[in-house]
């Protein structure tokens, strides 16, 4: 079974640059977690997504300059309040960085594993 939360949209002021600190900028991000396969059959024997979005913006809201320390960030978070979790993926999207004459989004993808 995976729970998917995708083209989740934040606010925020990660980056190596100055400006990207003070001023911030829009995050896309996508969660593909896998979790153990078992009967479901309420809330308590799934993962709430819900609970997820939040760990999520917790860990958000604090700044970090790379995208690869603030996604291990949230793995770990996320790994820590459920424990049935197989492996997430997550996708850190910068929406229009500070780059001249680029249009589009960079970011980070990773993968973990329990």
């Keep these: 079974m995976q729970i998917i939360l995708k083209d989740i949209l934040l606010f925020g002021y990660h980056g190596v640059h100055p400006l990207e600190n ?3 900028t ?3 991000i996508d969660l593909l977690i896998d979790m153990v396969d078992k009967e479901i ?3 308590h024997d799934t993962i709430d997504y819900a609970e997820v979005f939040n760990v999520l913006k917790k860990e958000f809201a604090v700044t970090e300059k790379l995208l690869e320390v603030l996604a291990d960030r949230i793995l770990n978070a996320i790994f820590s309040k459920f424990h049935h979790i197989l492996q ?3 996708q850190i999207m910068k929406v229009d960085p500070p780059i001249p004459s680029f249009q589009g989004m960079v970011g980070v993808k990773k993968i973990k594993r329990k």
């Design 88 to 90: 997430i993926e997550i």
């Design 26 to 28: 829009n995050f896309k």
């Design 41 to 43: 059959v309420d809330l």
């Design 22 to 24: 003070e001023v911030g």
